[in-house]
């Protein structure tokens, strides 16, 4: 009788190993308090090999960057596709947990994209596609009767940009008014909150049902 050994895992490559030490230490320190040796160290690598895989610390950043617009697409491109109100609610929680993962870009939005052309430009795109996803996505619960037609024109353009605003900048305002604790069901009821009023009677009672689930929505 033979045995079965599996087969160890293939060593984790030093450019992952840099990525993964440099998100967790921009998350705990912030992008501007992180230098090169501290993700060496982090990483057990030297900065000669840092430098081998990426040019500086903004390509790292840029590097970064790049994974977590790629995340969030793939969220989108699963839950666009029938955006019933409970795939819209395990978006809204899946969003904010990708987003505790790279917080450290949340918190600081504004100065990366003004120190980082590269991320300013990539970035504005991706919050440009985000909002039409979004639009599209209203415009599917308006025609199965979940949401109102839209009361005035332009309005669910207003709406989208305004979920993406509340969802994106939501870390800041809690740390801006005092408020250490991110926790999800402030989050979630904070989208939410933007999307309620627009609701037909066969979307409250969806909504209702919504709450039901095991995935712990309030509001």
Excluded at 117 to 133: D, G, L, N, Y
Excluded at 201 to 210: D, H, K, T
Aim: proline residues 5%; glycine residues 6%.
């Amino acid at each position: 009788i033979h045995s079965f050994i599996p087969s160890p895992p293939p060593p984790m490559s030093n450019k992952i190993k840099i990525l993964e030490a440099a998100l967790r230490l921009f998350n705990r320190d912030g992008f501007v308090n992180v230098r090169l040796q501290h993700i060496a160290d982090e990483a057990v690598v030297s900065v000669g090999n840092i430098a081998y895989h990426f040019p500086g610390k903004d390509a790292i950043l840029l590097a970064i960057y790049e994974e977590l617009a790629r995340k969030q697409k793939e969220l989108l491109a699963e839950y666009r596709v029938v955006p019933l109100f409970d795939n819209i609610g395990r978006l809204i929680r899946r969003t904010f947990l990708l987003q505790q993962a790279y917080i450290f870009f949340y918190l600081d939005t504004l100065e990366l994209v003004r120190a980082n052309a590269s991320i300013a430009e990539a970035h504005r795109q991706h919050i440009s596609w985000q909002v039409a996803q979004l639009e599209t996505m209203f415009s599917f619960n308006v025609a199965r009767g979940a949401m109102v037609a839209e009361p005035i024109e332009g309005l669910y353009g207003q709406l989208a940009l305004q979920f993406w605003m509340t969802s994106d900048f939501w870390f800041t305002q809690q740390l801006t008014r005092g408020i250490g604790k991110f926790e999800e069901q402030g989050y979630q009821q904070a989208v939410w909150a933007l999307l309620i009023p627009y609701f037909t009677e066969m979307g409250r009672r969806e909504y209702g049902q919504m709450l039901q689930s095991p995935y712990d929505f309030f509001f």
